[in-house]
């Protein structure tokens, strides 16, 4: 698992990255050499979200406030990759409750997807019961709609239509895949 890990302050998750680590997780951050908080535009490296990332994980105390250093969960956001909070400084977090604090980031980003194209349909197939489904994958996305006139002739429009939505919601998605599937209204 690729986990984009941000910190409210430097140095505040030392011992939550090491165990991460420790049980196999591909932990990245965002910050540069300077403690900045973005190194692509820092020194120029390049950015952790161009490679498929399954979880940004802010680690900030309860009584904290956001901190320019989270400024990653914000760009994981727009790359639609699952965002949850932790704080670093508990210390009874496993790895299996980071991923399932991922787990409600990831229904949350699909729902939305998901709410986003079948409003995109709604206006393209007046009157048609329509269902959608979207499961976000490494790279981008897997769209099933449901359609109860899901003849040939209308399957490329929908298509059309779906992909557009999910490419104005995700723009970063490389890959977005659509199924459209007969229903029964």
């Given at each position: 698992m ?9 140095g505040?998750?030392v011992?939550?990255?090491?165990v ?14 300077r403690?900045?908080?973005c190194r692509?535009?820092g020194?120029?490296q390049?950015c952790?979200?161009d490679v498929?990332?399954d ?5 900030r105390r309860?009584?904290e406030t956001?901190?320019?250093?989270e400024m990653?969960a ?10 949850a909070h ?7 977090w496993?790895v ?14 699909e729902a939305?997807?998901?709410a986003?194209?079948?409003?995109a ?5 007046p ?5 959608v489904?979207a ?14 006139d899901?003849?040939s ?13 999910v490419r ?7 890959v ?5 599937v007969?229903?029964?209204?």
């Amino acid at each position: 698992m690729r986990i984009l890990l941000t910190e409210s302050s430097p140095g505040s998750a030392v011992t939550l990255r090491e165990v991460l680590g420790a049980h196999g997780c591909d932990v990245v951050t965002c910050t540069d050499d300077r403690d900045g908080p973005c190194r692509a535009i820092g020194s120029g490296q390049a950015c952790p979200l161009d490679v498929p990332t399954d979880l940004a994980l802010v680690a900030r105390r309860p009584d904290e406030t956001d901190t320019l250093f989270e400024m990653g969960a914000v760009c994981a956001e727009r790359h639609r990759v699952p965002v949850a909070h932790i704080d670093p400084t508990v210390g009874r977090w496993t790895v299996a409750d980071i991923v399932a604090e991922g787990a409600g980031g990831l229904d949350r980003a699909e729902a939305a997807c998901a709410a986003v194209v079948r409003a995109a349909l709604s206006s393209a197939m007046p009157g048609d019961a329509v269902t959608v489904e979207a499961h976000r994958t490494a790279d981008g996305w897997q769209i099933q709609v449901g359609a109860s006139d899901a003849s040939s002739s209308s399957r490329g429009t929908v298509a059309n239509r779906a992909s557009s939505a999910v490419r104005a919601h995700d723009p970063f998605a490389k890959v977005i895949d659509v199924a459209i599937v007969r229903i029964d209204a």
